[in-house]
């Protein structure tokens, strides 16, 4: 009956129910469009509000208050008895010449009270930098220099707008009669925002306007440099006996299933794994990048011999018939066509890892590089930490001004993973062969 139904419709109704299937078909595929532009577009949303609150706050980190002062050098506060005894000029009261200086600023202050709460407008760390500059020239001492000096924590966060002036005193962390001598130097011109040095340059410190990222730069640079210089030699090598030279076998296929199983495994295992056999066993030191480099190394392996002989995979079987056909050996023939033809997808994967290294935190943690080390350091056995344990750190503490530094931080390690991607579009383009 339903055939005898179909063979009376007229081919205009044939035609409609066509179109209506038709409509109904691309009306889904449309459907199917704006499902996946709209993940997309939420997903860019996103990314974009990430970086935008990562910038927004960290950019001030790149910026730090500071304070213009005419600072005299007294000789009877630095050198009393004129022998320039290095010992005196490191021990001299340098805060005393702050005080001075900003007295001079504000004669109308009287008062252990007042001039305490006057003093600490200016940050700690201003004596210090005076007592270098004197011990690097002691000819200065007698003369008068000016000199822009870090102002505090409080003053930094009031000059950048994050405390609001409107607040009761009582709930802000500077008063109001600073409130008003800052006023007084800022029409002076003598108050302003310059580029933070510091930040840039120094180590890391309790107090946020003397933070710096340099030292977990530096620590970062050398546990990355000895983790490529250990990682890739030996992934390489082994991408290469597994897919060209190893007999197909359990043993091989054990290896196999365990090079992808340790891709999967988190990575705070490793850092089990080095704080028992690195310091544990072989007593290397903790919180060296030496140390930091190696667990790094065992992370960062199963991603690059899977991606090597994913690259080796790639090359096509022609290439080693005609080698082989032309007479040359396995050896020669894996080392002078197929290598240099996976060689761009090799160094891929070197990035990928690199940057998956780089980001990690967890296994340094466990080799003890979350301690607060100042000094920066010299070689791969000196104490150091990393800018993912920087980041950590910073993130931790209470003060208010560590927020632009964490944010800061961030910024300088989305940096360094830019630069390394670009470093691996250049190196596959540079290596790079058609066939």
Known sequence: ??????????PAE?????????????????RFRMYGFAAVTAGMAFL?????????????AFQQTQVRLSIYYDPQIIDPSGNRNPDDLQAADY????RTA?????????????????????????AFALQKRVTADPTLIGTTEVRWLLASDAVDLFQKGHIDRKLPEAERPISDTQVAWLDKLRD?????????????TGGDSREPENAGIWGAVVGSFYMLLLTVLLSFPIGVATAIYLEEFARRNRWTDLIEVNINNLAAVPSIVFGLLGLAVFIGFFGLPRSAPLVGAMVLTLLTLPTIIIASRAALKAVPPSIREAALGMG???IQ??????????MPGMLTGTIIGMARALGESAPLLMIGMVAFIVDIPKGITDAATALPVQVFLWSDSPERGFVEKTSGAIIVLLAFLVVMNTTAVILRKRFERRW
């Open 1 to 10: 009956m339903s055939n005898t139904n179909k063979s009376r419709r007229t």
């Open 14 to 30: 044939t035609q409609a129910i066509v179109e209506r299937s038709l409509r109904r078909r691309y009306w889904a595929e449309r």
């Open 48 to 60: 974009v509000y990430l970086f935008f609150v990562i910038f927004s706050n960290g950019i001030g």
């Open 95 to 98: 805060q005393a010449l702050i």
């Open 102 to 126: 900003l007295k001079a600023k504000f004669p109308e202050v009287e008062g252990r009270a007042a001039t305490r709460e006057l003093t600490r407008l200016v940050s700690g760390s201003g």
């Open 188 to 200: 002076e011109g003598v108050l302003a925002l310059k580029f933070n040095k510091t930040f840039v």
């Open 328 to 330: 040359a050996s396995k």
């Open 333 to 342: 023939t894996v080392a002078h066509h197929v290598l240099p033809l996976a």
